[in-house]
């Protein structure tokens, strides 16, 4: 299970770390966790390849903190991920200047869009396999 698969994504609105300050540090993250943002860093990787030569230039996250959208490029992306695993959490970033909604997509859509590219990779496999679910399908 991806950060984005409980709605509630990454926090995006928190302050940076403070770990000097009165704010404690984060606790580590589990193995679990960490092998889910290794994960959610090489799927991001292949959401990337695909979806990047369409003209998308990222993701859309919605933030329960201001109960609004954020557009993150690829490129941050991969470093909120990145800052999760060594730090245990992701610090405030600037949203990009008046973002056009329509250059970002939901991890949700990313994730159909590369299950759709793997069926039909699958379906024209010389060994006639079907059947089996794309990487990203979900069983519920």
């Known amino acids: 299970m991806s950060a984005f698969d409980d709605g509630s994504g990454f926090d995006f609105g928190s302050a940076g770390p403070d770990f000097g300050g009165d704010r404690p540090a984060p606790p580590p993250l589990t193995m679990e966790e960490r092998a889910g943002v290794l994960d959610d860093l090489a799927e991001l990787e292949v959401f990337r390849t695909l979806l990047e030569p369409t003209g998308v230039k ?4 919605d933030c329960p903190d ?3 959208e954020h557009h993150v490029d690829w ?3 991969q470093a909120n991920l990145r800052q999760l695993l060594e730090e245990g959490q992701t610090g405030r970033h600037e949203p990009p200047f008046d973002p056009n909604p329509d250059d ?15 069926a039909l990779a699958e379906r024209d496999e010389p060994t006639g396999r079907h059947g089996a679910g794309g990487k990203h399908s979900r069983d519920d």
């Open 104 to 118: 970002y997509v939901s991890w949700d859509y990313a994730s159909g869009y590369a299950d759709g590219v793997a």
């Open 66 to 68: 201001c109960d609004e």
């Open 75 to 77: 490129a941050l992306m």
């Open 58 to 61: 990222g993701i859309v996250v």
